[in-house]
T-cell receptor
Framework: NAGVTQTPKFRVLKTGQSMTLLCAQD?????MYWYRQDPGMGLRLIHY???????AKGEVPDGYNVSRLKKQNFLLGLESAAPSQTSVYFC???????????FGPGTRLTVT | DQQVKQNSPSLSVQEGRISILNCDYT??????FLWYKKYPAEGPTFLIS?????DKNEDGRFTVFLNKSAKHLSLHIVPSQPGDSAVYFC????????????FGDGTTLTVKP
């Protein structure tokens, strides 16, 4: 039982490049989330999903897109990376609405 | 407008003493509250939660207190241990809000041996 895994763990992009972050969970959770954490700040919700095939915008969605084609996977895409997107990205999943979330180890992204 | 606030960025306590971490919220629709613990270079891990129908929940050394009238919750750790040194995040959710949690900025707890 791996829980929540994220790929890759680290990435450096140049401005304008694109990339996809992959999140996978093996707990059969319906809810999945993508957050970013900047220094000295809490977790800010980018996008979330309440089930396979669904996605919705969170607090800071601009510049990101997501897809949830399979229940266990939640992908976060950056179409044209900007330095302001330098951050640590966390994926999480939850079995129920508002209940505890299980987080992945994070992806540290640097955009130069 | 920050709906969940942790006003103390850091807290330092001696091993064996009590640690009290505080959290305030503004949205009266929040009905479920959680605490997460985060070590450097790791994802947050769930610690303890409390529903708005309760005012206290205990789990071993960890107790969360909820004061709905003051829109305030606190996490008590007794006794504190050096391994408790981490960043603690408070989070709140409303059942009307599709399972989304709103997080505070975190409090860094340091427990000195």
């Amino acid at each position: 039982n791996a829980g929540v895994t994220q790929t890759p763990k680290f990435r450096v992009l140049k401005t304008g490049q694109s990339m996809t972050l992959l999140c996978a969970q093996d707990m059969n959770h319906e809810y999945m989330y993508w957050y970013r954490q900047d220094p000295g700040m809490g977790l800010r919700l980018i996008h979330y999903s309440v089930g396979e095939g669904t996605t919705a915008k969170g607090e800071v969605p601009d510049g990101y897109n997501v897809s949830r084609l399979k229940k266990q996977n939640f992908l976060l895409g950056l179409e044209s990376a900007a330095p302001s997107q330098t951050s640590v990205y966390f994926c999480a999943s939850s079995y129920g609405q508002g209940r505890e979330q299980y987080f992945g180890p994070g992806t540290r992204l640097t955009v130069t | 407008d920050q709906q969940v606030k942790q006003n103390s960025p850091s807290l330092s306590v001696q091993e064996g003493r009590i640690s009290i971490l505080n959290c305030d919220y503004t949205n009266s629709m929040f009905d479920y509250f959680l605490w997460y613990k985060k070590y450097p270079a790791e994802g947050p891990t769930f610690l303890i939660s409390i529903s708005s129908i309760k005012d206290k929940n205990e789990d071993g050394r960890f107790t969360v207190f909820l004061n709905k009238s003051a829109k305030h919750l606190s996490l008590h750790i007794v006794p504190s241990q050096p391994g408790d040194s981490a960043v603690y995040f408070c989070a709140a959710s409303a059942h009307t809000n599709a399972g989304k949690s709103t997080f505070g900025d975190g409090t860094t707890l340091t427990v000195k041996p």
